[in-house]
């Protein structure tokens, strides 16, 4: 931070795009950014970074940004830690914005805390509600802490921006209006700031027919129970029924059954479905940290002094072998109708 606080204004909200295609965090952050800057008496904003993407500024000013600040470079084709923090470091120095929201996906969360460490700020992690301080106009940010068993509010008073990652899903989208008109800010950032330590050299895409577990409203998660890798077979199988993601215990990836990419908890993705099965997970407090938000959880764990049953919404003691193939059945039957 530089300057004095009464210099920081606007909300703004970092749009994360992949391959040129806006997020729907972003738009759910849209939504809140809208409460929070109506109650500043500010605007609302959008930065938008990537190579060839100035025509998805539409996109975001049809969710209610005034302003979109855009960064359009070749070197921001692909998103690097590096180059992405510097160029938006850049342009908070310059604007000088109140609040910067950024979704907790693997991009937000790596960019932000390198960005809050850059303009020496704090950072709220995986907050669950926003909401500004009537009395002081500082942003008060909620976050489940313990695993999800209690709530937490961190107020950032002495530094700006005040800067939070929030959760998928847990905040309605901004509406949608065509109609809406909004200042495109087309901005030129030197060429030292463009360059990066590190490039990708390949992208490899993994095979996978299931639903991403971010996006799913279902996720049918696997640990240490699952045996082997072969048996994910039976939850890919619930998955296809339901139209659900896969997810997984570290300890199911830690034994190669499973790529990182299914992980869910402390370590892996945290993940806020309507439904998650945790099916052979014992429920340690780093998996259920990254699945708290989910509306029901259903446990099937032939141990009943598993910890995972101690919050479960419903819980089914047995050999999930015979359990899940069974619920397979019945669901295929009952969706068909």
């Known amino acids: 931070m530089s300057g004095s606080i009464d210099l920081y204004k606007d909300v703004w909200v970092f749009a994360e795009q992949n391959n040129g295609k806006i997020l729907s965090v972003t738009f759910e952050l849209l939504g809140e950014g809208r409460k929070l800057a109506d109650s500043l008496g500010v605007n609302l904003c959008a930065v938008l970074l990537g190579s060839g993407i100035q025509d998805k500024a539409q996109d975001l000013a049809a969710r209610g940004a005034q302003k979109i600040y855009i960064v359009d470079k070749p070197e921001l084709a692909v998103f690097n830690d590096e180059s992405y923090t510097a160029v938006l470091v850049d342009l908070v120095n310059k604007h000088k914005p109140g609040i910067l929201l950024c979704g907790a996906t693997t991009v937000g969360r790596s960019m932000s805390a390198r960005a809050a460490a850059l303009l020496n700020t704090g950072l709220i992690a995986d907050c669950v509600g926003l909401v500004i301080d009537p009395a002081t106009k ?18 950032t008073p002495g530094h700006r921006p005040q800067m939070a990652t929030v959760r998928r899903k847990v905040m309605k989208e901004a509406l949608l209006d065509t109609g809406r008109n909004s200042e495109i800010l087309l901005q030129e950032v030197a060429a030292e700031v463009l360059k990066s330590r590190t490039k990708r050299l390949k992208l490899e895409v993994e095979a996978e027919t299931t639903v991403n577990i971010v996006d799913a409203d279902i996720i049918v998660s696997g640990g240490r129970g699952m045996q082997n890798a072969e048996g994910f077979a039976i939850l890919r199988d619930l998955a296809g029924v339901l139209g659900a993601g896969v ?29 998650y099965f ?21 446990a099937i764990n032939k141990d009943p002094d598993a910890p995972i049953f101690k919050i479960a919404t419903y819980g089914v003691v047995g050999d999930l072998f015979k359990l899940i193939p069974i619920l397979t059945q019945e669901f295929r039957k009952l969706l068909k109708k």
């Open 138 to 155: 500082n942003l008060l940010q909620t976050r489940p802490t313990l695993a999800g068993s209690l709530m937490s509010t961190s107020v």
């Open 247 to 275: 997810g997984a215990s570290r300890a199911a990836v830690d034994s190669s059954w499973i790529a990182y990419s299914h992980q869910v908890g402390q370590t892996g993705k945290t993940v806020c479905p309507k439904i």
């Open 278 to 298: 945790a099916c052979g997970i014992s429920g340690q407090i780093q998996h259920l940290a990254g699945i708290s938000a989910s509306d029901i959880i259903i």
